[in-house]
């Protein structure tokens, strides 16, 4: 009973951790987004994510997508925001995810390629069981319905 509750604790902490902060823009200094604030991981990540949901759309139109990104194999070096947020579980996870992202260029269908992406989805959500809670909703959002 106690190590669940340690669990529910410990997955809560991550989700704060790892939830985006709301950026509140300062009107008196003159608020500028400052881009180096995000650690390399965080913008790898947001690029696939922009990338996710372009594919989605292409395939919702009925068309193949290319899926060409380099950034996949950084994500394995890359440095991220907290030294916590990756552990020893998580190069297995980014190369199945690249394992998974191949697959969509071996598509020959719009249909071979809806399970590919929804594929990868799966392997986004996996990774960010275990590292990343918070983005899990958005997520989400990228399953293309066959
Ligand atoms: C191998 C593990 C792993 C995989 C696979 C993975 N992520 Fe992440 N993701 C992370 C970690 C860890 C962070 C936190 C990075 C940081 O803040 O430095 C993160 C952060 C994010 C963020 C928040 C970025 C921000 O603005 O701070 C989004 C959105 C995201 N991932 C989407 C995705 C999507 C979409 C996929 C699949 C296409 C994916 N992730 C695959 C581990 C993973």
Redesign the pocket.
Known sequence: MKSKIFILLAIGLFIIA?S?PEIKPDKKAGWTPNMDQ?????????E??D??ILRKSILERGELAKANSQLIFQ??T?????PH??GPA??P??R??IAS?GELNAARSTTEQIEAHNN??K??????M???Q??IP??EK?YVAL
Request: include cysteine; charged fraction near 15%.
């Open positions: 790892c985006t995000h650690s390399e991981l965080a913008l790898i990540m947001r696939l994510y990338e996710a994500m394995i890359a440095k991220p925001t907290e947020m990756v998580f190069e996870h980014a199945a995810f992202y990868l989805v392997s986004c959500v996996a990774c960010h275990s590292f990343c918070g983005p958005r997520i990228l």
